[in-house]
Every structure is written in C-alpha cells, then in structure tokens.
C-alpha cells in the first residue's frame, strides 16, 4: 500500500471517529459572591447541615443532652490588617418561651425553638451558650485561613414535656469585624 492510500486511509478513520455522537452530556452550574469583608467564607460552611440523629426522649427528659456536634464556620483569604480586635458572630432564629408568672410567657434567648412536636431546643455554645441575637465577644483573627467553632447540642425546651417526632431548626449567622 502506497504512503498515499495509508494516510487516505487514516483519513478516513479519524473522520470517523471524530463525527461519533456524544454519549453523555451535562451542565456545570457555576455562583458566588463578592464581599467587602477582611475574609470569605468557605462554601461549606455558609450553608451547613448538622444531624444529630435518633436521640432518646429519657435522655433529654432526665435533664440530658444529646450529643455534641461542632459546628464550624471556616473563613478563607483573611487579610486582617484592617481588623483591630477580631470577628463577632451573631446567630438569629426562633428562640423559645418558657411559662412566666401569672400566665405570662418568658424569652429563653438561649434556646433555639425546633419545629415538630418534640419540645426541644438546639443550644450554640462557645464556653457559653450563645443568646441568639446578641453578638460573641470578639474572636480574635489571623490572615489566611480561620476557624470559628462552637459546639452545639439537643435538650428539653426549658418549661416543656419532651416528646417523640421530627425535628428541625434553622439559625443564620452573621459576621461582624471588628
């Protein structure tokens, strides 16, 4: 076969695997946000899921408390040269009322209220429970990559009857640079 016929035929070839159909296809879906802020937040933890599983209603009826989970707000391209004391973070969301005198209703801003029927509450600790609303003392920052971390926990609404069920809750939180 001449030098001629070969490449007619790899030609030939190439074409035909060039004109083959895709098989399989997709969408990439790309999103962010540009802050003016001294640090990103990671991906991951802007938007964070914590489960805490199956708990025992006698646990948390006896005063207990389920286990502990982190929950961890990672801050990423920190450039604190503008940053004198450090981040506040405060949480929001549906707290909890507990019986008051004469009928009345008390505020538990410590108690994240949880949807269901269980009369639970969700705690956001960091040495202290948090009082939802109210901002953390400053937290102190370097540049780079930082990691806020509180703990957080199921247990009895304060002035409830634990009861069996789903729950759920939703906190935001929100960074203050100080």
């Known amino acids: 076969m001449s030098t001629l016929a070969k490449l007619s ?5 190439l074409a035909a695997f060039g004109a083959s159909a895709a098989q399989g296809e997709g969408v990439v879906n790309f999103k962010g946000t540009v802050v003016d802020a001294p640090c990103g937040i990671e991906s991951d933890s802007a ?3 914590i ?3 199956q708990i025992s209603k006698a646990t948390l009826a006896a005063g ?3 286990q502990q989970k982190t929950l961890a707000i990672k801050l990423v391209g ?3 040269s503008n940053v004198s004391k450090g981040v506040q973070v405060t949480f929001n969301g549906n707290t909890m009322s507990a019986p008051g005198e004469n009928g009345t209703t008390v505020p ?3 108690e994240l209220a949880t949807s269901g029927p269980t009369n639970t509450a969700i705690i956001i600790n960091n040495g202290t429970d948090l009082s939802f609303g109210k ?3 400053d937290i102190p920052l370097g540049d780079g990559q930082n990691t806020l971390q509180f703990n957080t926990w199921v247990k009895q609404a304060t002035g409830k009857t634990v009861a069996a069920g789903d729950f759920t809750a939703v906190a935001n939180f929100n960074l203050s640079y100080q």
């Not at 035929?9 to 070839?13: G, H, I, R």
């Open 47 to 49: 938007d964070q899921s």
């Open 9 to 13: 035929a790899l030609s030939v070839l």
């Open 78 to 80: 920190c450039d604190v």
């Open 135 to 137: 901002a953390t003392n």
């Open 108 to 110: 538990v801003a410590t």
């Open 64 to 66: 207990g408390i389920s």
């Open 51 to 53: 489960d805490f599983g």
